[in-house]
């Protein structure tokens, strides 16, 4: 296994381990959530959280918290898309129509981040990468919980979370900030989001703290594995392997929702959520396979350049 193939491979890891630990975020959300505490409290406390412990780990880590003017600068333009903005738009979103509708929507995300690489940065996308992202869509068409009537304005809310993302996950590969530790990354992006999110919830008076040791405990937990390191390894993932094809293997997030919640709280998918869920594992595997072909196919190429000279 050449570099090439190792740095893909281990950027996959990442990505995966990202959305592993993602993928228990909703689970645990609930449990906060069913207990009276407001869900931009919640976002709030969770990138709180984890800016405090990232203040830690960082000098622990021998990680020093200087950045460059240009990185400043980034950091307060696509920052807040990394959790803030993101979480809001999405938490509004829910307020219009129903959760399993609204997540099918943000999980457009990697659509826009194609289209707009493709526009910006001129990426080409294979077929099997625009067929891996049209199935993979599907797919989360399929795992919906599709409920109640369409409502516009939580369609614009949730597509608007999944262009804030995108622009997030492009910037984490193509910005000032790109070059940084992801630790340093996900430092200053959640330490801008909180303030945000602190600016909106003091704004609107609606801070409401859990009453329950429980309830901190999970707060905690979601901040240390569903922030600080699954955040980290997404901007570690997404320096490996880019853009797109880093958007796109995130997508295995809700495969593990789906998974979480039939064995902590017993939720049993139905055949159609079963259905999507194997459509999403089967655009992901064709993704990953596709990518390993072709840096195979480099390698080879490469070698037979060094025997003709």
Same mark, same amino acid.
């Given at each position: 296994?050449?570099?090439?193939? @190792?740095?893909?491979?281990s950027?996959?890891?990442?990505?995966?381990?990202?959305?592993?630990?993602f993928g228990?975020?909703?689970?645990w959300?609930?449990?906060?959530?069913?207990?009276?505490?407001d869900?931009?409290?919640?976002?709030?406390?969770?990138?709180?959280f984890?800016t405090?412990?990232?203040?830690?780990?960082?000098?622990?880590?021998?990680?020093?918290?200087s950045i460059t003017?240009?990185?400043?600068?980034?950091f307060?333009?696509?920052?807040?898309?990394?959790?803030?903005?993101?979480s809001?738009f999405?938490?509004?979103?829910y307020?219009?129509?129903?959760?399993?509708?609204a997540?099918?929507?943000?999980?457009?995300y990697?659509?826009?981040?194609?289209?707009?690489?493709?526009?910006?940065?001129?990426e080409?996308l294979?077929?099997k990468?625009v067929?891996?992202i049209?199935?993979?869509?599907?797919g989360?068409?399929?795992?919906?919980?599709? @409920?109640?009537?369409?409502?516009?304005?939580g369609?614009?809310?949730a597509?608007i979370?999944?262009?804030?993302?995108?622009?997030?996950?492009?910037a984490?590969?193509?910005?000032?900030?790109?070059?940084?530790?992801p630790m340093?990354?996900?430092f200053?992006?959640?330490l801008?989001?909180?303030?945000f999110?602190?600016?909106?919830q003091?704004?609107g008076?609606?801070?409401?703290?859990?009453?329950?040791t429980?309830?901190?405990?999970?707060?905690?937990?979601?901040?240390?594995?569903?922030?600080?390191?699954s955040?980290?390894?997404?901007?570690?993932?997404?320096?490996k392997?880019?853009?797109t094809?880093?958007?796109?293997?995130?997508?295995?997030?809700?495969?593990?929702?789906?998974?979480?919640?039939a064995?902590?709280?017993?939720?049993?998918?139905?055949?159609?959520?079963q259905?999507?869920?194997?459509l999403?594992?089967?655009?992901?595997?064709?993704?990953?396979?596709s990518?390993s @072909?072709? &840096?195979?196919a480099g390698?080879? &190429?490469? @070698?037979? &350049?060094?025997i003709?000279?």
């Amino acid at each position: 296994m050449n570099v090439k193939q @190792k740095s893909f491979f281990s950027g996959v890891a990442a990505v995966t381990a990202s959305a592993v630990l993602f993928g228990f975020l909703p689970i645990w959300c609930k449990q906060v959530l069913l207990s009276g505490v407001d869900s931009g409290t919640l976002v709030l406390l969770r990138y709180g959280f984890a800016t405090v412990m990232l203040a830690i780990l960082l000098p622990i880590f021998g990680i020093s918290f200087s950045i460059t003017k240009k990185q400043f600068a980034a950091f307060a333009a696509f920052g807040l898309f990394s959790g803030g903005v993101t979480s809001w738009f999405l938490s509004q979103s829910y307020l219009y129509m129903f959760a399993g509708i609204a997540t099918m929507f943000h999980f457009s995300y990697p659509i826009f981040v194609a289209v707009l690489m493709s526009v910006i940065y001129k990426e080409k996308l294979s077929r099997k990468t625009v067929a891996a992202i049209i199935a993979a869509v599907l797919g989360m068409a399929l795992m919906a919980d599709i @409920k109640g009537d369409f409502s516009p304005v939580g369609t614009i809310f949730a597509l608007i979370s999944g262009l804030t993302l995108a622009i997030y996950i492009i910037a984490a590969k193509k910005s000032a900030f790109s070059v940084l530790h992801p630790m340093k990354i996900v430092f200053y992006s959640s330490l801008v989001s909180t303030i945000f999110l602190a600016a909106t919830q003091l704004a609107g008076r609606n801070i409401n703290l859990p009453s329950n040791t429980s309830d901190w405990v999970r707060i905690v937990v979601i901040s240390l594995l569903c922030t600080v390191a699954s955040h980290s390894l997404l901007a570690y993932g997404i320096q490996k392997l880019g853009a797109t094809t880093g958007a796109i293997i995130s997508m295995s997030e809700p495969l593990v929702s789906v998974a979480a919640g039939a064995v902590i709280i017993n939720e049993i998918p139905s055949a159609r959520v079963q259905a999507g869920c194997a459509l999403v594992l089967a655009a992901l595997v064709v993704l990953i396979l596709s990518n390993s @072909k072709k &840096e195979k196919a480099g390698k080879e &190429e490469l @070698k037979k &350049e060094e025997i003709s000279k």
